[in-house]
Nanobody
Framework: QVQLVESGGGLVQAGGSLRLSCAAS????????VGWFRQAPGKEREFVAA????????KYADSVKGRFTISRDNAKNTVYLQLNSLKPEDTAVYYC?????????????????WGQGTQVTVSS
């Protein structure tokens, strides 16, 4: 059983930055791929970024490529999402999710464990 806790959200102005953290329990987290998803009010949940168990492979949604960076520190059981050059349309609740496989995927149903989310609000 894996527990995930997101943190680092907040309110920032357009053009600003945030770093989100996803802290996980469990020794086997080292072998799990992790994804970040977001959901804005009235919209479907969308894929943001994912990283393989080793951290060697990453994948990004086109809307965030070049602005967001996903990374992980397996010694700390933590995955990070660095959000730069934030835009108002980035406003959403951001969720991290882990799957019991090493490969990256952007399909939410492939993930087994989910955090409760952290709110990111970008003002214009």
């Amino acid at each position: 059983q894996v527990q995930l806790v997101e943190s680092g959200g907040g309110l920032v102005q357009a053009g600003g930055s945030l770093r989100l953290s996803c802290a996980a329990s469990g020794r086997t987290f080292t072998y799990y791929a992790v994804g970040w998803f977001r959901q804005a009010p009235g919209k479907e949940r969308e894929f943001v970024a994912a990283i393989s168990g080793s951290g060697g492979v990453t994948k990004y949604a086109d809307s965030v490529k070049g602005r967001f960076t996903i990374s992980r520190d397996n010694a700390k059981n933590t995955v990070y999402l660095q959000l730069n050059s934030l835009k108002p349309e980035d406003t959403a609740v951001y969720y991290c999710a882990a799957r019991t496989r090493y490969a990256v995927t952007d399909y939410s149903d492939n993930y087994d464990y989910w955090g409760q989310g952290t709110q990111v609000t970008v003002s214009s």
